[in-house]
């Protein structure tokens, strides 16, 4: 049976062997000399072999045997080693290092992460970070194939999901997007059925409409556009008009205009998704809790 070393032992060997003597050794382990004299034997007793030739008086140095020279590099390699992931694992505990994944959808991701991240990575700067958007479906894809430690998006059919935790942080409102020259842009509010004469895109977010009035929409719509980017040059062009969260739209545009959209008003909820029987790691979940903290400090 292989002998198992006591970290604790193995730095009272090498203090002993560094300093030359046992006394001095105690006191930098804050022990009393018998101590570090029956930590060093119980070692010898483990390995079969003496480690210090044996001295006549107290005040005599300690001299390592043959053995005990080729054993001092080896405890100081396993000492170096057991320190080292020592404090990986406490930096990982403390969320200092280690990988974060996370994935959103484009609207949270765009106006809304950069900044939390930037002030959440001032406490952790060695955080590795692999940061995803997509759609909602999309984003609850990766969460439950553990490609992400959690994600961010809307959650259709909340009651089909019990496998998940969902935890709404924002919502905003289901607005008609179209270019500022557009017969609609005059208009405060909207009704669903203003929209019936003009060419309609949907996109990954029209799935909202499903459960509202204004379904029709969906069969309505001529074309379906995913990608945020083509979406809003279409728009830009004057090619039609779509619906989209207030979150989506671009709020530096100089050339859409966002009118809400009355009858019905559609909300989406948006959130924290993880999975239920889960845990998260460490920077993970303090990255969520500085999300709320931060949130909620807001409101």
Avoid at 125 to 135: Q, W, Y
Avoid at 144 to 156: A, N, R, S, T
Wanted: glycine residues 2%; positive net charge; aromatic residues 8%.
């Amino acid at each position: 049976m292989l002998p198992e070393f006591r970290i604790a032992q193995l730095r009272h060997f090498v203090w002993v062997a560094e300093l030359k003597r046992f006394h001095a050794a105690a006191d930098k382990a804050r022990r009393t000399q018998p101590a570090i004299s029956l930590s060093i034997r119980d070692l010898e007793n483990k390995l079969g072999e003496l480690l210090f030739e044996k001295r006549n008086t107290k005040t005599a140095k300690a001299e390592l045997t043959p053995f005990g020279k080729h054993f001092l590099s080896k405890a100081k390699e396993l000492i170096a080693h057991h320190d080292r992931v020592s404090h990986e694992m406490m930096l990982m505990a403390k969320y200092k290092t280690g990988h974060l994944r996370l994935a959103s959808v484009p609207s949270i991701a765009s106006q809304v992460l950069p900044a939390l991240l930037e002030r959440f990575l001032e406490q952790a700067p060695e955080l590795h970070v692999s940061f995803f958007d997509d759609s909602s479906d999309a984003v609850l894809k990766m969460v439950e194939m553990q490609q992400v430690d959690f994600g961010i998006c809307h959650l259709f059919h909340e009651h089909e999901h019990y496998d998940k935790v969902f935890t709404q942080i924002w919502e905003d409102q289901i607005g008609v997007v179209c270019p500022v020259n557009h017969p609609l842009a005059k208009k405060e509010t909207l009704h669903w059925k203003e929209l019936c004469q003009h060419r309609l895109i949907a996109n990954g977010t029209s799935r909202l409409l499903e459960d509202s009035e204004a379904r029709p929409l969906l069969e309505l719509s001529q074309f379906y556009v995913s990608n945020m980017i083509s979406l809003i040059a279409m728009l830009e062009a004057g090619f039609a008009v779509t619906t989209l969260p207030r979150y989506a739209f671009p709020r530096e545009s100089q050339t859409l205009r966002f009118i809400p959209l009355s009858t019905p008003t559609v909300v989406r909820r948006i959130g924290i998704v993880t999975l239920r029987e889960k845990s998260l790691s460490p920077a993970a979940q303090a990255m969520v809790d500085f999300i709320l903290q931060q949130t909620r400090q807001s409101i």
